[in-house]
């Protein structure tokens, strides 16, 4: 069975900065592309960044030049590095990999707490 283990969340004053990990484990043979995903109360779960097995990234308009998502393949982790955090940043984030085991499939974290208050 696979997991997802994400680490990192808390409370933080606008404009600080936290480090969000995700570490997949279990049995696997490929992890493919990964993603950082945030869910605020009453909202639908909105991607924040994606990287593929390439490196290759992308990231939603409003954290552009403030979070940087990266990979650790050695380790299975994924990070995202956040910066001039903003009270609307504030959500639970999800980590969310493809993997194979079987068969490909879609594996989510349990979610870990950022609040961006004063």
């Known amino acids: 069975q696979v997991q997802l283990v994400e680490a990192g969340g808390g409370l933080v004053q606008p404009g600080g900065s936290l480090r969000l990990s995700c570490v997949v484990s279990g049995t696997f043979s490929r992890i493919y592309g990964m993603g950082w995903y945030r869910q605020a109360p009453g909202k639908q779960r909105d991607l924040v960044a994606g990287?593929?097995?390439?490196?290759?990234?992308n990231y939603a308009d409003s954290v552009k030049g403030r979070f940087t998502i990266s990979r650790d393949n050695a380790k299975n982790t994924l990070f995202l590095h956040m910066n001039s955090l903003k009270p609307e940043d504030t959500a639970v984030y999800y980590c969310?990999?493809?993997?194979?085991?079987?068969?490909?499939?879609?594996?989510w974290g349990q979610g870990t707490q950022v609040t961006v208050s004063s």
């Open positions: 990287i593929t097995s390439a490196d290759s990234t």
């Open positions: 969310k990999a493809s993997i194979y085991s079987d068969y490909r499939k879609n594996i």
